[in-house]
C-alpha cells in the first residue's frame, strides 16, 4: 500500500494554533489538548510530511520555511472541513436534500414565494438552494437540477421548457404618472441596466424601430431583483421578465410603462442530468413546478 501522507485533523489544528500563538503553552489551551499532546502531534505531522515545520528559539516556536508555506494550505483544509459540517448538521432531521441551483431573481421572486407548498407535500425534504447565473456542470456539482435560461443548456443535461420569457417595461407611478407610455417619451426617462444582459434596451427599441441611441442611460445593476426595486423606488425605467415584475403590479408599487411586449427568444428551464431521474424528491418537484406554471399561465 502507498504511504499516507496525509495529515490528521488533531494534527494541523495543533500545527495552525502552534503557528499562531508560538508556544505549545497557548496551542494547548487553545485545542483543548495538553502540551505534551501538542507536541506531539507536532512531531508527528514533522515525521509524515519529512520536514521541520517550526525553529525553536529560547522559548518560542517560529514557522521554518516549510511551515510558511504550508500554514494557509492546512488553514483552508480545516475551514472547508468545518464549513463542509455546518452545511451538512443545516439540514438537521431531513432524510432527503434536494439541491437548486437558480436564476437569482427567479428564486427570489418566483420560486422562493412558492416552496411552501412543495414542502408541505413532500414531508422530510428539504432544499439546499444556490443563486447561479453560469451553467451548472453536474459532472463536477452537487447540484439535483437548474432553473435557468434556455442559453444555459448542457449537452450531458435534460431539459424541460417551463415557460418563455417575455419582457415588459415598468415604472413606478411616482414616475410616469398613472397612464402608459409611449416608446419616444420612454427615450426621454432614464433606463435602468441589467449589467450581465447589456442589449435589452437595444433590443427593445430595435424592435419599435427607433434609433437606439438616443437612449438616456440609467443606473446600472447586477440582477434583475435590483433593477426592479429601482424602479419601485423611481430611479427610471426597468425592462423586465414579466414574471419576475408581477408580484409588484399586482401590488401596485409598478405599473406598465408601456403596453408592448418583446420575446426575448429565451425561455425559463428546468436542467437536470440522469441521476435525477432516480430522485423521488425530484420526480416530485418537477411535477410540483410544472403543476404552479400551468396553473397560473395555461
Not at 489538548?33 to 507536532?42: C, F, G, K, Y
Not at 452545511?87 to 420560486?111: C, D, E, K, N
Not at 414531508?123 to 452537487?142: N, Q, Y
Request: proline share 5%.
Amino acid at each position: 500500500m502507498p504511504e499516507n501522507f496525509i495529515p490528521t485533523i488533531r494534527e494541523l489544528e495543533a500545527f495552525c494554533e502552534l503557528a499562531q500563538s508560538g508556544t505549545t503553552h497557548l496551542a494547548a489551551r487553545r485545542v483543548h489538548l495538553s502540551q505534551t499532546a501538542v507536541s506531539r502531534a507536532i512531531r508527528s505531522l514533522e515525521d509524515r510530511l519529512g520536514v521541520a515545520l517550526f525553529l525553536r528559539q529560547r522559548q518560542r516556536m517560529f514557522l521554518s520555511d516549510a511551515g510558511r508555506a504550508f500554514l494557509p494550505k492546512a488553514r483552508t483544509l480545516l475551514a472547508d472541513l468545518n464549513a463542509a459540517a455546518v452545511g451538512v448538521m443545516a439540514f438537521g432531521g431531513q432524510s432527503t436534500v434536494l439541491r437548486i441551483a437558480v436564476l437569482p431573481t427567479f428564486g427570489r421572486s418566483w420560486l422562493i414565494p412558492r416552496l411552501g407548498s412543495f414542502l408541505a407535500a413532500a414531508p422530510g425534504t428539504s432544499v439546499d438552494i444556490a443563486a447561479r447565473l453560469d451553467p451548472v456542470d453536474f459532472t463536477t456539482e452537487p447540484f439535483d437540477l437548474a432553473i435557468q435560461r434556455s442559453q444555459h443548456r448542457s449537452g450531458a443535461a435534460n431539459h424541460l421548457h417551463l415557460l418563455d420569457e417575455t419582457l415588459i417595461a415598468v415604472a413606478a407611478p411616482s414616475l410616469i404618472g398613472p397612464r402608459a407610455l409611449n416608446e419616444r417619451d420612454i427615450l426621454t426617462l432614464p433606463l435602468l441596466q441589467q449589467t450581465t444582459r447589456p442589449t435589452l434596451w437595444l433590443d427593445w427599441f430595435r424592435h419599435a424601430q427607433l434609433d437606439p441611441r438616443r437612449i438616456l442611460r440609467g443606473a446600472r445593476f447586477d440582477h434583475f431583483d435590483m433593477v426592479i426595486d429601482a424602479a419601485i423606488a423611481g430611479l427610471g425605467v426597468a425592462l423586465v421578465p414579466e414574471i419576475l415584475a408581477r408580484g409588484p403590479l399586482q401590488e401596485g408599487a409598478l405599473i406598465r410603462a408601456n403596453t408592448r411586449e418583446m420575446d426575448s427568444g429565451q425561455a425559463y428551464t428546468l436542467i437536470h442530468p440522469d441521476r435525477a431521474e432516480e430522485m423521488a424528491q425530484f420526480i416530485r418537484f418537477r411535477a410540483w413546478i410544472r403543476a404552479e406554471i400551468e396553473g397560473i399561465w395555461g
